[in-house]
């Protein structure tokens, strides 16, 4: 079995690679990194149109990978670019099609959603999707035509663990309240009140330079994004982990609801029902509704030592146990391939 992988090589989209090349050998990465890194106008043209050049050397450039390496399956994580001339194609060559895609498919966001066209003319197109947005995988089951499954988020276990940091590095990324994410207005939301009750926090992320209330927030946002490295130590720095799912995508969890304790770090994240299913509230992990809890919360477990890094551990091991990883998800989803791949290819008796 032959697999050609596309994504990022970055991210979570690398180690889901990483942890399909243990599953199936071989698993060749074509990375899409340096099509895309262009101009913020020929950047809005291009994806807004889904043309140019950037867009035509992708997609010319994937045909050729495939036609040399000559894949059972292609696997593409994120396909926002991605033409249906392109995968017609690669379905004619044989090619098994498998899309994986972590965010939503209808962003409330107008500008992020329309990006997303491209991506939802062409569900169709593969023969097997992954979501991890429980809405979306249930929209794409009412639908003609689409083959869907539901997957989860992970953390990547040969990156994340409780070892603590080095002297020099814990003295670097020491925090009492840490938040690594985008912007949206509920997030902001939740850091003012965090700011207002005295209570120190730091923030990361891409976007935050559209918040309402940049004054208030100089000195806790870092308006800047970390690197993969940066973003291990962050975490292990953290006394409390915050988790703020996106609302924009309508997430119940991030790729935070397991870095977090897999990181040996205490997750005080908001309150969803996948959330609850992972871990037990108070014990494992804890949780919040709104501001006034995430506040009361927050000071609490600054203030208990031994509780906090009590339930930080037992999140850490509710983690390792029940296997919150890429690892052991994309090893579920190759399982669903070729199931998927054996009942397409056996002839109706």
């Keep these: ?24 050998s071989p698993t060749e990465f074509f990375s899409i990194d340096s099509y895309f890194a262009m101009g913020r106008w020929h950047k809005l043209l291009e994806t807004m149109t889904f043309s140019g050049p950037r867009h035509r050397r992708a997609n010319r450039d994937l045909l050729k990978f495939c036609a040399m390496h000559q894949p059972d399956v292609v696997w593409i994580d994120k396909s926002i670019w991605v033409w249906p001339s392109t995968l017609k194609l690669l379905r004619a060559q044989g090619a098994f099609l498998v899309h994986h895609f ?5 962003p409330r966001r107008w500008r992020i959603r329309s990006l997303f066209r491209l991506l939802r003319m062409t569900l169709p197109l593969y023969d097997l999707n992954f979501t991890s947005n429980v809405d979306d995988h249930t929209w794409m089951l009412r639908q003609s035509g689409i083959r869907a499954e539901l997957t989860y988020l992970g953390y ?9 940091l080095s002297p020099e590095l814990a003295a670097k990324w020491s925090n009492d309240l840490l938040f690594i994410g985008h912007y949206e207005p509920r997030t902001e939301r939740g850091i003012l009140s ?15 330079h559209h918040a309402r209330s940049k004054a208030l927030l100089q000195g806790t946002v870092q308006f800047k994004p970390l690197t993969d490295e940066e973003y291990i130590y962050a975490l292990k720095g953290a006394k409390i982990g915050l988790c703020f799912v996106s609302e924009l995508n309508y997430n119940q969890t991030a790729g935070r609801s397991f870095e977090i304790p897999a ?8 309150r969803t029902p996948q959330h609850s299913e992972c871990y037990r509230e108070g014990e494992e992990a804890e949780f919040f509704s709104d501001t006034d809890e995430l506040v009361r919360k927050a000071r609490y477990y600054l203030e208990n030592d031994a509780k906090r890094e009590q339930i930080a551990r037992r999140g850490h091991e509710r983690c390792v146990q029940s296997d919150y990883s890429w690892e052991r998800y994309m090893r579920d ?9 054996n009942r397409v290819s056996t002839p109706v008796a």
Excluded: E
Excluded at 2 to 24: D, M, P, W
Excluded at 263 to 270: K, Y
Excluded at 333 to 341: I, Q, S, T, Y
């Design 263 to 270: 990181s040996g770090t205490f997750l005080l994240a908001i």
């Design 1 to 24: 079995m032959k697999v050609v992988y596309v994504g990022n090589n970055y991210g979570t989209c690398l180690s889901r690679y990483h942890a399909l090349q243990k599953l199936v």
């Design 156 to 164: 990547d276990a040969g990156r994340y663990d409780a070892r603590p």
């Design 102 to 106: 972590t965010d939503a498919i209808f």
């Design 333 to 341: 989803d190759w399982g669903k391939v070729l199931r998927v791949m």
């Design 194 to 208: 965090l700011i207002a009750a005295g209570i120190p926090v730091k923030v990361y992320g891409d976007g935050w």
